[in-house]
């Protein structure tokens, strides 16, 4: 069992993470910053569910992306689903073929809320973070078929959306 | 796994010898697919870029420190935005305390609010009317209560009004602690009180410390035979 302070250490060391993973999610930085919050108090309080040795960064993700979810259940799924869109329109988001440039934040976001939640996720933990399939597959509780096939539907939603720079577009 | 799941296991490096060779000559002899496989890594690369500068950003002094309920702030927000002019209302509402306290924090074993280890909490008739009265109870008694619900952190608050005022008591550690209290209006004094309404500075402070929505009779009920935890 992790003590109190090995706790507040791994998640000093994994807060920059927590912090990228929350903004991939969410559709802004107000709401990344309560996940960040919410998923840091939720840590503090298990401190008895986390071997001290085992993987912190699994256990992390799983439980911010558990209160993500119950988040957007809380707000309803048409207004997940469908406000996020305009979003992406308001921030100057240009769905044109060819875009070269390097993606800001925003525009990264932007196209992020696009995706389907159960896609996002997976694009959030396995492109942005770097997770292998079987950790991202144990992070979510899902199987490794499931993360495969959403994250082959995910990226290339995202590619259609982010420019398809080396494929020549249509 | 389909052609194309395989194709981006490869692509991030998920393959191991066998399947990782067939893929890699699947690749270099068809064009499109170099193509695909130099777009996908351009995009993870672009995606990662964008948010790298988050990476640099300081971490908190405290990390999980402030007690916040995030289903709380959760309900909270689906029901009803709080602006930051809200929470500075409330604060200031608060202030208010030491104009009221004249009057209802007398000496003596009756008074209605005590000073108890430098916190104000409900006793006597105000206790008693926190613990047992429902809102439905007859307006002529002294103590009337208002509303009953939770604040973000989870505890009971119930507002109440008497002859000299209004305010907002919570529970903690088994005390009802005022959070609010509010003289009565000079310019409109006496018994039109519970006809015009709560003290609008009472109305800010609720406003400010509730999360989701009040009480109904029935959880109201509940709540006080649960003992308000």
């Known amino acids: ?170 | 796994m389909s052609d194309e799941e395989e194709f981006f296991a490869w692509l991030d490096g998920e393959l191991r010898g066998d399947a990782a060779a067939r893929v890699e000559a699947r690749v270099a002899a068809d064009p499109a697919l170099a193509a695909q496989a130099r777009a996908h890594r351009a995009l993870a690369g672009r995606l990662r870029g964008a948010f790298d500068p988050v990476l640099a950003a300081p971490v908190p002094d405290r990390v999980g420190a402030p007690p916040v309920d995030f289903a709380v702030v959760r309900d909270r927000r689906a029901s009803r935005p709080v602006s930051r002019m809200t929470r500075w209302a409330a604060i200031a509402a608060t202030l208010a305390l030491g104009i009221v306290t004249g009057t209802m924090l007398a000496t003596g074993s009756s008074s209605p609010i005590v000073r108890e280890n430098g916190v104000l909490v409900a006793a006597a008739s105000l206790e008693d009317a926190l613990d047992t009265r429902l809102a439905s109870a007859p307006a002529s008694d002294d103590v009337r209560i208002g509303l009953t619900f939770r604040d973000a952190d989870g505890q009971l608050c119930r507002s109440f009004e008497n002859r000299d005022g209004s305010g907002l008591a919570c529970r903690a550690d088994g005390d009802w602690q005022i959070r609010g209290l509010f003289k009565q209006d000079e310019a409109s004094p006496g018994d039109y009180r519970m006809a015009s309404g709560p003290d609008p500075r009472l109305a800010e402070l609720i406003d400010a410390t509730i999360a989701g929505e009040p009480f109904d009779a029935e959880a109201e009920r509940a709540a006080k035979e649960g003992g308000w935890r």
């Not at chain 1, 090995?6 to 920059?16: D, N, Q, S």
């Not at chain 1, 939640?117 to 199987?143: F, K, M, N, S």
């Open chain 1, 1 to 170: 069992m992790g003590s109190q302070i090995e706790i507040e250490r791994e998640l000093r060391a994994h807060w920059p993470r927590l912090r990228r993973f929350a903004l991939a999610l969410s559709r802004d930085a107000a709401d990344a910053d309560d996940l960040v919050q919410a998923t840091a108090e939720r840590i503090i309080r298990s401190v008895g569910q986390w071997q001290a040795g085992s993987r912190f960064d699994s256990w992390m993700f799983r439980i911010a992306r558990n209160l993500w979810i119950d988040t957007m259940r809380a707000r309803g799924r048409q207004n997940a689903r469908f406000a996020p869109e305009e979003d992406g329109e308001q921030i100057g988001f240009d769905p044109r073929p060819g875009t070269e440039a390097a993606i800001d934040l925003g525009t990264a976001m932007a196209a992020m809320q696009r995706l389907p939640e159960e896609q996002r996720e997976v694009i959030a933990l396995i492109l942005i973070d770097g997770l292998g399939y079987r950790e991202t597959a144990d992070t979510l509780g899902l199987p490794i078929g499931t993360i495969s096939s959403r994250l082959a539907r995910g990226r290339t939603a995202l590619l259609a959306m982010l420019g398809e720079k080396e494929c020549g577009g249509e």
